[in-house]
């Protein structure tokens, strides 16, 4: 059965700081990936996905994710981060044929 | 566009009593997913449906129960709620089954069973 593990349950980290959130999954076929950001009191939102093509992805508020297949994995990054990227982000991966599997979440707080 | 609609946002009841959490979306979309989200665990599916009239178990099916009557309405029972079924419940929809949709969340109902 396919699995997600994030690294990193609680990051915290000051405004400007550089991000990498580590996603690696377990499924030996193809597959489907997705961040979703869940901010504070909000629903899940998708911030980006990963279908083929480029493996290098880019999302919404200057997000970008990398698809390396020989380590299995989908790291989230953004260069800068700000206080209002204070959320839990999520790690999802799909096959072709199969439900999404969420990952456990990584809390991520911004220190002003 | 209101998207996915939950109903309650929130509700306390009392272990034993059954319940029914309402999800209503508007996008005419075919596919809807109930999860439930846990400290710690994330998100975990619960039930599923591809299209109206037909629903599928998730990850963690045990004590609840769906219907799928129409295309825009997935109600989720519990039919005797016990206490670890205390969770925040998500409604999600997508365009269609599989995992190449984008799948759109509802705002969450919060349960407490006491």
């Known amino acids: 059965a396919q699995s997600v593990s994030q690294h990193n349950h609680h990051v915290i980290l000051s405004e400007a700081a550089s991000l990498e959130l580590g996603c690696n999954y377990s499924?030996?076929?193809?597959?489907?990936l997705f961040w979703y950001v869940q901010y504070p009191g909000q629903h899940l939102q998708l911030l980006l996905k990963?279908?083929?093509?480029?493996?290098l992805v880019k999302g919404i508020k200057g997000f970008e994710a990398e698809f390396i297949k020989s380590k299995f994995s989908f790291n989230l990054r953004k260069p800068s981060v700000q206080w209002s990227d204070t959320a839990e982000y999520f790690c999802?991966?799909?096959?072709?044929?199969?439900?999404?599997?969420f990952g456990k979440g990584t809390r991520l707080h911004i220190l002003p | 566009t209101a998207g996915i609609t939950q109903a309650p946002t929130s509700q306390i009841l009392a272990a034993g009593r059954s319940m029914t959490l309402r999800c209503t979306q508007d996008?005419?979309?075919?596919?809807m997913y109930w999860y439930r989200q846990d400290l710690g665990l994330g998100l975990r599916l619960i039930h599923y449906?591809?299209?109206?009239?037909?629903?599928g178990k998730g990850e963690v099916p045990d004590g609840y129960s769906v219907s799928r009557a129409n295309t825009d309405d997935f109600p989720l029972t519990l039919a005797s709620a016990v206490p670890s079924q205390t969770s925040v419940y998500f409604c999600?929809?997508?365009?269609?089954?599989?995992?190449?949709?984008?799948?759109?969340f509802g705002p969450g109902t919060r349960l407490t069973v006491l």
């Open positions: 499924y030996g076929g193809t597959v489907n």
């Open positions: 990963y279908f083929s093509g480029d493996p």
């Open positions: 999600a929809s997508s365009a269609a089954g599989g995992s190449y949709n984008e799948q759109f």
């Open positions: 999802a991966v799909a096959n072709r044929d199969d439900k999404i599997i």
């Open positions: 449906s591809n299209t109206a009239g037909t629903t």
């Open positions: 996008m005419r979309h075919n596919a």
